[in-house]
């Protein structure tokens, strides 16, 4: 199999491609959440991104980058989640149709946030149907593109863009960074933010974040190739429960990802309860990964003054974030 | 009566006293909210404050002042909520003691919230206690320095701080503010804001909201002379409703305040649901005072295209954002 790996420059070019169209986000500090770790702990807040997750830039990247003569056509793309807004947001953003196809148990708000957004939603049956055979037929059908979540090159490229950010906002504090954690399902995020901080930052650990039974990015690392974790009982984070990483961001994993972490339920639980009490903002349980990680002490902080935590996404119901509260309650 | 009124200088020099212990919070925006109102909105985020809330600006400008000699007495404050922390965590910062008068009543988490503080809690009833006797008492033994929640120059020069900060993170874009809204409850962190604004920034239009019934500036603006609002039936916004705004805060409202509006407690929900679900930030019912005006188009935004919201503070409990969301759930 032949892929395209994504370079740096075209993390660059893709910073400039978006940026009239994604929101900047900033870092933001924690008195408590430094205090607590004896360290400074910069959160990069993409919860705060255009449809409440990262989603929207490798959506956006690759979306500007259809030829002309097959916009028309339109956008597919398979999620049940954050891609699915953020492929329909960047497709109505340019006037393209988008076509998302989606379990039929998917959250409600997740189907309503892509409908809002203009989308047309085709519904799936996990159990009995093929999406892949459904997804073959539209393309057939329309002639429409298909946005990958993760093994594209142009989505990869889109991600690492929110490492760019960090790097000049660490810049503009005049400091270095010693670690980054971002979760990791698939692994475009964390890959393309390990491909910005090699081209700008490259003493920076750049680490994934995966819930444990999910963690295909750390056995795949041991293994030195792709390898699918055991999987079984669903983790509640929903967003992380990719069987193995994908092709493209393992290519880049193996030479710029410094490690890959596992974190429990609980430790995720704690986090979403953590950020709700004491950090004050919404974080869904896949995207405060980085978070209970670095919470449940899974990263060596010991001389690794200068953290950044990417917290990915905010799209989740409230009762979700009620449950975390009730089973994890910060003293 | 004599007051002393804060001036700009004061607000300035207040930022030089607590900017190594106070967070600098940064502006954000959400391209939901920009695209709904049709203008470029920034929010000021001091829910991510140190102790949750712009409060901690004012006791740390406060407890920075108390002379040396008095500084072993303590300090002490009366406050069932925000302010409570803000001079709890002030006075533990330098190794002050502090006592805290609050009502029996009061919410658990915010009594947790200032014991965590290192505070000693003083409780009183507020149906047959006289708070004004137990805190000359109180000081009369121990000789603290009471610390007042907006009647203080030193505190209001101290929530002035914000509106630097403000300026300053506009100026960086290249933009000046056409307005700033900011709740209001005793008016001292709108007043401080706008002796701010006079200073840097005049021609911008500083704006107080109030809860409906608790609307004591909106009135005594009207009146020309500090007078009660009618009160009643008590609002969810609980930190805003102090029946008149106090001394010092009219007084210079007078002079720089250009407005005051009061919203609904169906306003106020809205804003707390629309903070959940769309800026996935948590905020209090009276810290969206002003997001509450803006959404309900109580303050007109036409042709004016860049306007700031303070949004004040994230000390409530899940359960609060929750009846908020069931509330109001956004389309």
Do not use: W
């Amino acid at each position: 199999m032949s892929i395209t790996v994504p370079t740096f420059a075209d993390v660059e070019a893709a910073a400039e491609r978006i940026r009239p169209y994604a929101t900047r986000t900033r870092l933001i500090e924690s008195h408590d959440l430094n205090a607590r770790l004896g360290a400074r702990v910069f959160l990069k807040p993409e919860m705060f991104q255009r449809t409440g997750s990262f989603k929207f830039r490798g959506a956006c990247n690759a979306v500007l980058q259809i030829p002309q003569a097959r916009r028309a056509n339109g956008v597919i793309a398979f999620s049940s989640g954050n891609h699915a807004q953020g492929v329909a947001a960047a497709a109505r953003e340019f006037g393209l149709p988008a076509t998302i196809v989606m379990p039929k148990d998917a959250p409600a708000t997740k189907i309503a946030g892509t409908r809002r957004l203009g989308a047309d939603v085709v519904f799936y049956d996990r159990r009995t149907d093929d999406r892949e055979a459904i997804a073959r037929d539209l393309m057939a059908k329309s002639g429409a593109t298909l946005i990958e979540p993760f093994d594209n090159a142009k989505v990869v490229a889109g991600q690492g863009t929110a490492g760019l950010e960090i790097v000049d906002d660490m810049a503009a504090l005049g400091m270095t960074l010693d670690t980054v954690l971002a979760p990791c399902g698939g692994g475009g995020l964390v890959t393309g933010i390990a491909l910005a901080f090699a081209g700008r930052s490259p003493k920076t650990r750049v680490i994934g974040v995966e819930p444990e039974r999910f963690d295909g990015m750390r056995l795949s690392l041991a293994a030195g190739a792709r390898t699918p974790a055991p999987g079984g009982e669903l983790s509640i984070a929903d967003a992380l429960m990719a069987p193995a990483p994908g092709h493209i961001p393992f290519a880049i994993a193996k030479e710029k990802l410094s490690a890959a972490v596992a974190v429990t339920d609980t430790e995720l639980q704690r986090a979403v309860s953590y950020a709700f009490q004491r950090l004050k903002v919404v974080v869904e349980p896949g995207s405060a990964a980085g978070l209970a990680a670095l919470l449940a002490g899974k990263v060596d902080v010991g001389g690794r003054r200068h953290i950044a935590v990417v917290l990915t996404g905010g799209n989740c119901e409230i009762s979700t974030v009620a449950s975390c509260v009730v089973a994890v309650t910060e003293p």
